[in-house]
Structure formats: C-alpha cells, structure tokens
C-alpha cells in the first residue's frame, strides 16, 4: 500500500512569511500533485510533476518533486490571505489508475 | 463548459438505511472517480468507473457499489450504513482515468452525515 505523509498537519502563519509543506513517501510515485481544497468545496489541481527533481512554479507557490519520486515539497513565499486553505499531496504509480492522498496541511494565514 | 456537479449537497440518514449518491462528469469526459474524505483527512479512493465499467477500486466493503450511466454521468451507493461512513463523498472527472498526468476534476462533494 503506498502512503503519503504530509507535514506539518496544522500551519499558522502571519501575512507576508514563507512556508513550506512537505509530502514523503517510501514508495516511487509515476506523478505527484498538489491541489487546495476549501471549506464546502471539492479539491483543486494545482501543479503535476512528473520528472525527478522537477520544480515548478505558480506565482508565489514552488513545488519540487524529489529526486528518487518518493518527495515532495510546496513552498508559499509571501504567503497572503488568500492562501488559506487546505493542502492536499496526491500521488498516482506507474500504470496506476488510483490517486493516493495524503492527509492534508491545514494553512491558515492572518492578515 | 459544465463543471462537475454532485447531488444531494447534504444527507441525513440512519444506520442500516442505504443512500444514492449523484455525479456528472464535465462534458467531454468518460471517467469517473469516487473518494470518501472523512473530517480532517485526505480523500479516500473508493472505486473508478471508465466508460460504465469498474475498472479499479480501494480498500472498501462490497456495499459500496457504483454505476456509470452512457452519459457518463454516475451514482455511488452504500448500503447497510455505518457511523463510520459519515463523511464528505466526492466525485472527480477526468478524460481518461490512467497515466502520470491524468487531471481529475472534482465535484463540491456530499455531506453524509449517518446517525
């Protein structure tokens, strides 16, 4: 059974820092993806990564997919309002059909 | 373009009842995936449905059961409810169901709440 871990569960920041959100594994994932999920709300896709190493970047988020597809990590710099929300870390492997989830960093930033 | 819809938004129902829940896919898409996130944990996969057969599904008991119409749009059902099953149901569509960059599309989800 493949599990993802994510870290922390719980993130509480002010306005205006940078954090990052780390997902681990012990098994290899074909793909990684981010999404956020608000209260009431489905989850929303952010990034797939797919290559060792590979780092993306949306605006002020930075994803990075380790180099052995086992790791994962989110990074907000400048973190805003906005950008509370539950993150979810989800990996597919290789041939796989099945998104695995892990349980999600609850961020919340204060104005 | 429709988005992914579900119904009913919320549920209240007894233990030992069963329940249907609805799905349609975003036009144009042919799969349709359930998950089952209980409160403060990730979604759960529960079973994939590819052109109106099941063609994966995760660690649940057979009373959760599902069917996808022609239209692709689907229904989940659950019978013999549990406590446990309390939690939001989520549906996701996507174009093929399979490979590194599938997107999945999800729905706002089903409250189910079992007393």
């Known amino acids: 059974t493949q599990l993802l871990e994510q870290s922390p569960q719980f993130l509480s920041i002010q306005e205006g820092e940078n954090l990052t959100v780390y997902c681990n594994s012990s098994?290899?994932?074909?793909?990684l993806q981010w999404y956020r999920q608000e209260p009431g709300e489905g989850p929303v896709l952010l990034v797939t990564?797919?290559?060792?190493?590979e780092v993306k970047k949306l605006k002020r988020l930075t994803f990075q997919f380790g180099d052995a597809r086992k790791d994962s990590s989110l990074h907000i710099t400048a973190a805003q309002p906005g950008d509370t929300g539950l993150y979810l870390c989800?990996?597919?492997?290789?041939?796989?059909?099945?998104?695995?989830f892990g349980k999600g960093t609850k961020l919340s930033v204060i104005p | 373009e429709t988005g992914v819809t579900q119904s009913p938004t919320h549920l209240i129902k007894t233990r030992g009842q069963q329940v249907t829940l609805r799905c349609s896919s975003q036009s144009g898409h042919n799969t349709v995936s359930w998950y089952q996130q209980a409160l403060g944990q990730g979604p759960q996969f529960i079973f994939q449905y590819y052109r109106e057969e099941e063609n994966g599904r995760g660690n649940f008991p057979p009373r959760f059961s599902g069917l996808q119409f022609p239209n692709y749009s689907s229904e989940l059902n659950v019978n013999a409810l549990e406590l446990d099953d309390s939690a939001l149901y989520l549906c996701a569509s996507s174009l093929e169901g399979f490979g590194s960059t599938d997107t999945q599309y999800f729905g706002p989800g089903t409250r189910l709440t079992v007393l």
């Open positions: 098994s290899v994932f074909s793909s």
């Open positions: 989800a990996g597919r492997g290789a041939g796989s059909y099945q998104l695995t």
């Open positions: 990564v797919v290559t060792g190493g």
